[in-house]
């Protein structure tokens, strides 16, 4: 097998702050709990994806899970350009699958303001699932704006903008294959 060599960080990554082998031993965890808590449900789990940022956790994740489950997307809009949430989400995609009297479970990337995850679980029960779960991988707590209840979270990290692992600076840094701390570098 060949090896995959680690990017570098650039100027503007100021540190590691979740290496790669820590993220797969934390969505191996999520997995275990999620596998034991859906053990023998007879319908599918409907994993809802919201991009783009959760795409690889949301990959990582689906392929250890053992209980029946099917992937679908969603996606949101509620920063524009900025990387201040205005709690203004705008709906861009809807998903494929009719959540009615479904399990759904979202999968997000990171919670920060909570005003998406918020706008998320609203929207998703009035259309009447059976249960809904929320899996993020990561947590801003200092940031919250809007209280939103998770059923299960990777890990809690401090106000900072992260890159990699699907998380985005302007698209760059998506699939650095850690997660690290970004201040824009301005020269
Ligand atoms: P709210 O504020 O609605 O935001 O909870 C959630 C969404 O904001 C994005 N976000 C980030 N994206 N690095 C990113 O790449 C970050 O540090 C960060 N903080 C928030 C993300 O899209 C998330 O879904
Ligand atoms: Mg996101």
């Not at 053990?39 to 783009?52: A, T």
Request: charged share 25%; glycine share 6%; with cysteine.
């Amino acid at each position: 097998m060949t090896s995959i060599a680690i990017p570098a960080l650039t100027k503007d990554l100021v540190r590691v702050l979740i290496d790669a082998d820590t993220i797969q031993r934390r969505v191996d965890e999520l997995a275990y709990q999620i596998n034991k808590e859906y053990e023998g449900i007879e319908e599918s789990l409907i994993l809802v994806g919201v991009l783009k940022g959760s795409f690889i956790f949301l990959a990582d994740l689906c392929r250890k899970l053992k209980i029946p489950h099917v992937v679908d997307f969603i996606s949101l809009s509620s920063y524009g350009a900025s990387s201040q949430s205005t709690g203004n989400v705008r709906l861009i995609m809807d998903t494929r699958e009719n959540l009615q009297g479904r399990h759904v479970m979202i999968v997000e990337d990171i919670l920060d303001s909570g005003f998406t995850l918020d706008y998320l679980c609203r929207n998703f029960k009035a259309r009447d699932p059976d249960s809904l779960k929320t899996v993020v991988l990561l947590d801003k707590p200092d940031r919250r704006k809007v209280n939103v209840e998770l059923d299960y979270v990777g890990f809690e990290i401090p106000d900072v903008w992260v890159v990699g692992y699907g998380l985005d600076y302007a698209e760059r840094y998506r699939t650095l294959p850690y997660i690290a701390e970004m201040v824009p570098v301005t020269d």
